[in-house]
Protein backbone atom coordinates (compact mmCIF):
# COMPACT_ATOMS: atom_id res chain seq x y z
CA UNK A 1 0.00 0.00 0.00
CA UNK A 2 0.94 3.70 -0.59
CA UNK A 3 -0.20 7.11 0.13
CA UNK A 4 -3.77 7.04 -1.12
CA UNK A 5 -3.68 10.78 -2.26
CA UNK A 6 -0.49 10.63 -4.88
CA UNK A 7 -2.26 10.86 -7.54
CA UNK A 8 -4.86 13.46 -5.82
CA UNK A 9 -3.76 17.25 -7.51
CA UNK A 10 -5.05 18.95 -4.23
CA UNK A 11 -4.10 18.47 -0.49
CA UNK A 12 -7.39 16.84 0.88
CA UNK A 13 -8.95 18.60 4.65
CA UNK A 14 -9.35 16.47 7.27
CA UNK A 15 -12.85 15.38 6.34
CA UNK A 16 -11.78 14.22 3.15
CA UNK A 17 -9.03 11.98 5.06
CA UNK A 18 -11.16 10.78 7.22
CA UNK A 19 -13.79 9.61 4.93
CA UNK A 20 -11.30 8.03 2.97
CA UNK A 21 -9.89 6.21 5.92
CA UNK A 22 -13.45 4.66 6.76
CA UNK A 23 -14.59 3.84 3.04
CA UNK A 24 -10.65 2.04 2.83
CA UNK A 25 -11.36 0.28 5.99
CA UNK A 26 -14.63 -0.93 5.70
CA UNK A 27 -13.35 -2.32 2.13
CA UNK A 28 -10.80 -4.19 3.81
CA UNK A 29 -13.56 -5.59 6.36
CA UNK A 30 -15.06 -6.75 3.46
CA UNK A 31 -12.31 -8.34 1.71
CA UNK A 32 -11.96 -10.30 4.76
CA UNK A 33 -15.70 -11.10 5.30
CA UNK A 34 -15.77 -12.63 1.70
CA UNK A 35 -12.23 -15.04 1.88
CA UNK A 36 -13.43 -15.86 5.14
CA UNK A 37 -17.03 -17.24 3.96
CA UNK A 38 -15.66 -20.73 2.22
CA UNK A 39 -18.84 -20.68 0.03
CA UNK A 40 -17.12 -18.77 -2.16
CA UNK A 41 -14.41 -21.68 -2.62
CA UNK A 42 -14.57 -23.57 -5.91
CA UNK A 43 -12.84 -26.60 -5.24
CA UNK A 44 -11.25 -28.40 -8.44
CA UNK A 45 -10.73 -32.11 -7.82
CA UNK A 46 -7.45 -31.61 -7.19
CA UNK A 47 -5.21 -30.29 -4.26
CA UNK A 48 -6.02 -26.34 -4.51
CA UNK A 49 -8.97 -24.50 -5.37
CA UNK A 50 -10.66 -21.35 -6.95
CA UNK A 51 -11.57 -18.37 -4.75
CA UNK A 52 -14.41 -16.47 -6.48
CA UNK A 53 -12.81 -12.74 -6.71
CA UNK A 54 -16.25 -10.35 -5.62
CA UNK A 55 -17.77 -8.42 -7.28
CA UNK A 56 -17.83 -4.29 -6.92
CA UNK A 57 -21.34 -4.73 -6.20
CA UNK A 58 -20.94 -8.27 -3.60
CA UNK A 59 -18.21 -5.75 -2.01
CA UNK A 60 -20.57 -2.56 -1.89
CA UNK A 61 -23.84 -5.23 0.07
CA UNK A 62 -21.34 -6.68 2.76
CA UNK A 63 -19.79 -3.12 3.41
CA UNK A 64 -23.65 -1.99 3.92
CA UNK A 65 -23.73 -4.91 6.05
CA UNK A 66 -20.90 -4.35 8.69
CA UNK A 67 -22.03 -1.89 11.27
CA UNK A 68 -25.70 -3.70 11.74
CA UNK A 69 -24.56 -7.62 11.34
CA UNK A 70 -21.26 -7.40 12.30
CA UNK A 71 -21.10 -5.21 15.75
CA UNK A 72 -19.07 -8.11 17.91
CA UNK A 73 -16.91 -9.41 15.55
CA UNK A 74 -13.31 -8.74 15.53
CA UNK A 75 -11.14 -8.50 12.54
CA UNK A 76 -7.67 -9.08 11.48
CA UNK A 77 -8.21 -6.99 8.90
CA UNK A 78 -8.30 -3.99 11.08
CA UNK A 79 -5.10 -4.66 12.85
CA UNK A 80 -3.45 -5.33 9.62
CA UNK A 81 -5.10 -2.03 8.61
CA UNK A 82 -4.04 0.37 11.13
CA UNK A 83 -0.16 -0.16 10.11
CA UNK A 84 -0.90 2.10 6.94
CA UNK A 85 -2.61 4.69 8.75
CA UNK A 86 0.23 6.99 8.37
CA UNK A 87 0.16 7.37 4.79
CA UNK A 88 -3.20 9.18 4.97
CA UNK A 89 -1.60 11.72 7.00
CA UNK A 90 1.66 12.08 5.50
Request: net charge negative; no cysteine.
Amino acid sequence: MMRPRVLVPHQPDLTEIRETIIRHLHLSIAHQLWFDDSSHFVPDGKFTGTFVQPTQAQIEELIIQIPTQYTDTEFHSIVEFRKHLFWYIS
